[in-house]
């Protein structure tokens, strides 16, 4: 089965920390850009962080500083360590992947996501 499986998600009190990992079975993703999503309730899912495959990073401001995405190719696993959490962070994580071919993603997967709740 091709597929991304995250985990890693829980229930943590603001300004703790949590790790997410995300494994791909099925397929090396070595060539792919790989980022993290996140979506609340009634919310659009937004880009969290992504890392391409030279390892180049960007985070979408409201995380920089607090969150860091890396990747390990021989693992075929990407992460997402998170700290400082605030409340606003609670949503479910999804795991991305795609390889960018003349602009347009293209052979794209998604995980089903890993619940982040943060909460006292």
């Keep these: 089965q091709v597929q991304l499986v995250e985990s ?3 229930l943590v009190q603001p300004g703790g920390s949590l790790t997410l990992s995300c494994v791909a079975s ?3 993703f070595s060539p792919y850009t790989m980022g993290w999503y996140r979506q609340a309730p009634g919310k659009e899912r937004e880009l969290v962080a992504v890392i391409t ?3 180049r990073t960007n ?3 409201s ?3 607090r969150f860091t995405i890396s990747r390990d190719n021989a693992k075929n696993t990407v992460y997402l360590q998170m700290n400082s959490l605030k409340p606003e962070d609670t949503a479910v994580y999804y795991c991305n992947a795609y390889i960018s071919i ?3 993603r293209t052979y794209e997967r ?3 996501g890993t619940q982040v709740t943060v909460s006292s």
């Design 8 to 10: 890693g998600g829980g």
């Design 26 to 28: 099925g397929f090396s």
């Design 53 to 55: 495959t030279g390892g």
């Design 59 to 61: 985070y979408v401001n």
């Design 63 to 65: 995380v920089k500083g």
């Design 102 to 104: 003349q602009g347009a």
């Design 110 to 112: 998604w995980g089903q």
